[in-house]
DNA sequence: TGACTCACATCCATTGGCAG
DNA sequence: CTGCCAATGGATGTGAGTCA
């Protein structure tokens, strides 16, 4: 591959991970959504990478995995090894065509910066932009819109008829398992297998020292396949997944958090709210 | 048909977490 | 600090499906 592909790769695989990484943010939530949506407006085309419809509200969330330090010059953002145009200008353009589909106080552009390394040399007063330590605060300002209802259901339907295949932007991708490693993940995105001890109800990871209750850990690991995989799993693809946990506890987990369905040997374990995530 | 595999279920010794 | 209890991994058993 030549090495502006692989950079492209890496680029999309990371902005993956934090689609991946906000999905887990509302895993307990009941919202109706659609994640990483294409929508063909008057012949512009536009990528969302989270829609909520809440109440009568329509809430774009554009999620940045950015993890360094960035520093604002101009209209640009610059880190030591990039420049790259002001992200929060894309959503002045976001907004405008969906306003061509909805009215304008309805909609709600959000901005949510998910990873913990990521920092920036100026704060910013737009409160919707969220932080990674903002979730609490996010998922509060989410619940004061209300709760999706017949009239979120109409919007997300009325949106679909908008929905274009994204092939402009993918290219030829494929994000089959065989290019995401095996392991478990912390926040941080570090694979931690190694830091699980026997017999330890809480794991920590060694990178960013952050304190996981291990089987949450795991959990949170398998809800993460099976959104990729867009399937329920089974429990030896959980094994897999989860290189490094013993098959006891990973059964425990897949118990505890998981709806069973199928017949004998062909069980297969699917997100109890699996319902929210409508595409 | 029998050996093998899979997906648990159960048991048990060991260990960590935490209340007192 | 101590002791209780919950959680852990490993060993073993079981029943159903697969394959030669």
Redesign the pocket.
């Known amino acids: 591959m030549e090495d502006s592909l692989i950079d492209e790769h890496a680029r999309l695989l990371k902005g993956f991970e934090g689609e991946l990484q906000f999905d887990l943010w509302l895993a307990n939530e009941r919202f109706l959504k659609l994640n990483d949506v294409y929508l063909k407006i008057e012949n512009s085309t536009i990528q969302l990478d989270s829609v909520l419809f809440i109440d009568d509200k329509i809430i774009a969330v554009d999620i940045k995995n950015y993890s360094s330090k960035y520093r604002v010059i101009d209209n640009h953002w610059s880190n030591d090894y990039r420049t790259i145009p002001n992200p929060l200008e894309s959503i002045t353009r976001q907004h405008f065509l969906l306003s061509k589909l909805f009215p304008k106080q309805q909609i709600v552009m959000m901005m949510v910066f998910i990873n913990p390394k990521f920092s920036i040399d100026k704060a910013f007063h737009n409160k919707n932009i969220y932080m990674h330590y903002d979730r609490l605060r996010l998922l509060n300002d989410l619940k004061n819109y209300g709760h999706s209802n017949s009239k979120s259901l109409k919007h997300l339907n009325h949106m679909k008829r908008f929905i274009t295949d994204g092939s402009i932007f993918m290219k030829n991708y494929d994000f089959s398992d065989k290019q995401i490693k095996s392991g478990i993940l912390c926040s941080c995105r570090k694979e931690i297998s190694s830091c699980?001890?026997?017999?330890?109800?809480?794991t920590v990871c060694k990178y960013c020292n952050t304190k996981h209750n291990?089987?949450e850990l795991i959990r949170n690991n398998i809800i993460e396949w099976i959104t990729i995989h867009k399937r329920p799993i089974?429990?030896?693809e959980a094994?897999i997944w989860c290189e490094g946990?013993?098959?006891?506890?990973i059964?425990?987990v897949?118990?505890k958090y998981f709806v069973?369905t199928g017949?004998?040997?062909?069980?297969l374990?699917d997100l109890e709210n699996n319902h929210q995530v409508l595409k």
């Open positions: 699980i001890q026997p017999s330890c109800k809480y291990t089987k089974t429990y030896k094994c946990v013993s098959g006891s506890t059964e425990r897949l118990k069973r017949t004998n040997r062909k069980y374990y």
